[in-house]
């Protein structure tokens, strides 16, 4: 039987499945024997998968981080310092950074593949060098693209000790293209499928506590925390809730309205 070495608990991951990629590439798919995490082969199509970072598929985008807002100030107002800086990883054309800073979080955005749209000014690129350490980093729907994953939770743990992200778990040990959406072969760029054990392996790998709803919503942190306070939290309606009552801080619109306007009339 063909195997390769799991990227998160390098034991043995035998081949799970063969499916066509972009329509074009049969690609061949691994799942770890002992934490369940799924593996492409090595993804040489990525540059072309890569053409349009956000694809047309992603018609969800707008949805999600609507469905997200909530859930992260609640987190955020919860666990962490909501006066700190914070920074949206893999942030895309810039939403979630906007949306967050317009409820009142000094957000930040990182993304070395796709333009910066509704976040110019607030980009990674715009703080110091001495300025890049941040209260919590979150990472939606970052997580199954990661080719190398452990590689980029040593670059996401340079950023912040915390990390909030999304990704949906495997529902049933014999997930497939037909029994689940989330491969998504027609983009080519998920290439990494986990379980709760790989997330859990991956947690202990860096010394931090995985939370988890058990389905999407993940964060891991250094500091230990209630596993039940944490699964209420994540429910939206009591995030929402909760957000809105202890939120008291001020929009960053006006003031980020004014900044962007100096530096455009000098």
């Not at 729907?141 to 990661?146: A, G, K, N, P, R």
């Not at 778990?169 to 027609?186: H, I, K």
């Not at 909760?242 to 455009?264: A, G, M, W």
Request: aromatic fraction near 14%; hydrophobic fraction near 40%.
């Amino acid at each position: 039987m063909e195997q390769v070495i799991c990227k998160i608990c390098n034991t043995s991951s035998n081949l799970h499945l063969e499916g066509k990629v972009l329509s074009k590439y049969v690609v061949k798919y691994f799942k770890c024997a002992s934490c369940g995490f799924i593996q492409t082969e090595q993804p040489y199509w990525l540059q072309e998968a890569y053409k349009n970072a956000i694809t047309s598929l992603d018609i969800g985008l707008l949805t999600r981080n609507n469905h997200l807002l909530p859930i992260i100030q609640a987190i955020v107002l919860k666990f962490y310092d909501p006066t700190k800086q914070f920074i949206d990883y893999g942030g895309g054309y810039g939403v979630l950074v906007r949306l967050m800073r317009d409820a009142g979080f000094d957000y930040y955005r990182q993304d070395i593949y796709c333009e910066n749209l509704f976040a110019k000014h607030f980009d990674i690129t715009d703080l110091s060098p001495d300025n890049l350490r941040f209260e919590l980093l979150t990472a939606f729907e970052v997580f199954e693209h990661l080719e190398n994953p452990v590689a980029e939770m040593e670059k996401m743990l340079k950023y912040s000790d915390n990390i909030l992200f999304s990704t949906e778990l495997q529902p049933n040990q014999d997930v497939n293209f037909n029994n689940w959406w989330y491969f998504t072969p027609e983009t080519g760029q998920h290439i990494s499928l986990f379980t709760l054990a790989s997330l859990e392996a991956l947690a202990g790998r860096f010394g931090l506590h995985l939370y988890s709803n058990g389905k999407n919503i993940h964060l891991l942190t250094k500091k230990r925390l209630s596993s039940f306070t944490f699964s209420c939290i994540v429910k939206r309606k009591i995030a929402r809730a909760y957000s809105e009552i202890f939120n008291r801080k001020p929009s960053y619109l006006p003031k980020d309205f004014n900044s962007i306007l100096n530096k455009i009339r000098q």
